[in-house]
């Protein structure tokens, strides 16, 4: 009886967990650009290989990976903003009310845009390679064994004597 009360304990304090996760409000996406309709409230947003265009307003942050983030006029985003690979475009009067992050990519703000938090901006392109870093490595790791064990079977033509370099 203890083991099935323990269980539904378990279910019981877990449950808000999973409810907080699955919410409605978040939008999350691969490969699609994501759209908050004018009018529209969203919590989170997360996104890669995509672009958010924001009409409506975000409660939450917003992160995006080798996309861009669009914000109308009169819009807001009261979390933070973070990207990598993508620009910031901010319109009239539009603010964010958190910190933003972005490595490869720039902000940039109409008149009247504003950022509330701290900015941290590296718009240098090479930053878009770091989390293919391991890849490379690897790669450039298998192409040195490859060359080298080419290199030490490879059999050199026996030239006839008084003919070739």
């Known amino acids: 009886m203890r ?19 699955h919410s409605g409000s978040d939008r999350t996406s691969f490969g699609d650009d994501i759209t908050v309709a004018e009018g ?15 009409h409506g307003d975000v409660k939450g942050d917003v992160a995006v990976a080798y996309g861009s983030i669009e914000v109308d006029a009169g819009r807001s985003i009261s979390g933070d903003v973070a990207a990598l690979g993508g620009d910031l475009r901010l319109g009239p009067g539009s603010w964010v009310g958190g910190d933003v992050a972005l490595a490869a990519g720039e902000v940039i703000a ?11 901006v590296s718009p240098s392109r090479i930053w878009m390679l770091l989390p293919l870093t391991p890849f490379l490595v690897l790669g450039g ?21 008084g003919r070739g370099f």
Not at 40 to 49: L, N, P
Not at 141 to 161: C, T
């Open 110 to 120: 109409a008149p009247g845009a504003m950022v509330h938090g701290s900015s941290a």
């Open 141 to 161: 790791l298998i192409w040195l064994i490859v060359w080298l064990v080419r290199r030490n079977r490879y059999q050199f033509p026996a030239y006839p004597q």
């Open 40 to 54: 529209d409230t969203v919590g989170d947003i997360a996104c890669a290989f995509c672009s958010v265009h924001i």
């Open 3 to 21: 083991r099935w009360l323990l269980v539904v304990a378990m279910l019981v304090a877990t449950a808000p967990l999973y409810a907080r996760s």
